[in-house]
């Protein structure tokens, strides 16, 4: 990222005030949560930056030369504008990147982790029209083409191209594009798992759960890099504002908080955790109010 900066206190509470407002509507705009995302960790994304990555996604939209039929063939229109004519794809070293998980970065360096690249995928194939969705595999982030599998659907196995018996496409943004076939899709499986591909990892993605997931992925990276414990505890609290988030995420807050030297606040917030998991293990909650001890120590 080219020298981000935090946004002001102000610009922050207002973001994240919009952010769950977004994340509690009745049906949330995942475009619109990435990007407030991206406004958290990036102080130049103003209001106008916000609007811009918006307008880029109904020009990438736009830019598809027909309404293609069948799920394959907006798989196959996808992948030649996207990936072929666009250039959007990832490499392995954009898993060191936190712009590899902020939207407008992504749609500026047309790189970025698999979750993001397929959030482009949805949004730009949502905007055109496509029946599409995003599907969740273990490790590897896909995007689906057809009708969702519903809620009692077992799923069968997949076929040539992920199903045409059922009329179902997968595609992988990360390969710029790649349309998959079944044995395609078991081998990412086992590849994150080591075990077989199930019907349910199949099943569509809800926004907040690709939020969550972004969330996740920003979280892990910055555990890894102790001086950027600041993008660790906003990407927290950020979760927290989710309507379901675990409740360990108080407990992970609590831990940034003290790593980052606010031991008091850190002290505070393992107390109220340690009154929370109490009610399900005692031995846990004691073990926390001894590291709520130690942090208070910290004071003196």
Avoid: K
């Amino acid at each position: 990222m080219r020298h981000p900066h935090p946004p002001s206190p102000e610009r922050s509470a207002e973001v994240r005030r919009r952010f769950a407002e977004e994340a509690r509507s009745e049906r949330p705009d995942l475009a619109t949560l990435c990007l407030l995302v991206g406004a958290e960790a990036d102080g130049a994304l103003d209001e106008a930056g916000l609007d811009a990555a918006q307008m880029e996604l109904d020009r990438l939209a736009g830019l598809l030369p027909f309404r293609p039929g069948s799920p394959q063939a907006w798989a196959v229109a996808l992948r030649d504008l996207l990936g072929e004519r666009c250039g959007f794809h990832g490499v392995a070293a954009d898993y060191q990147r936190l712009e590899s998980s902020l939207l407008h970065e992504v749609l500026r360096r047309r790189r970025g982790l698999p979750i993001m690249l397929s959030v482009v995928w949805l949004e730009v194939a949502r905007r055109a029209g496509a029946p599409v969705y995003g599907v969740a595999l273990p490790g590897h982030f896909v995007v689906g083409f057809g009708p969702e599998f519903g809620p009692d659907e077992s799923g069968s196995r997949l076929g040539p191209e992920c199903g045409p018996e059922e009329g179902r496409v997968l595609a992988d943004p990360f390969d710029g594009g790649r349309v998959l076939s079944g044995n395609d899709a078991e081998l990412l499986v086992a590849g994150a798992t080591g075990a077989g591909l199930r019907p349910s990892m199949l099943r569509p993605a809800a926004p907040l759960d690709v939020v969550s997931r972004i969330l996740n992925n920003i979280r892990a990276w910055a555990a890894g890099r102790p001086e950027q414990s600041a993008v660790g505890l906003w990407a927290i609290e950020l979760a927290l504002l989710l309507p379901a988030h675990a409740a360990r995420l108080r407990y992970e807050r609590a831990r940034v908080l003290v790593q980052r030297g606010e031991f008091a606040a850190g002290a505070g917030e393992l107390e109220a955790y340690a009154e929370v998991v109490g009610a399900v293990d005692e031995a846990v909650a004691e073990q926390v109010r001894g590291e709520a001890r130690v942090a208070r120590s910290m004071l003196n």
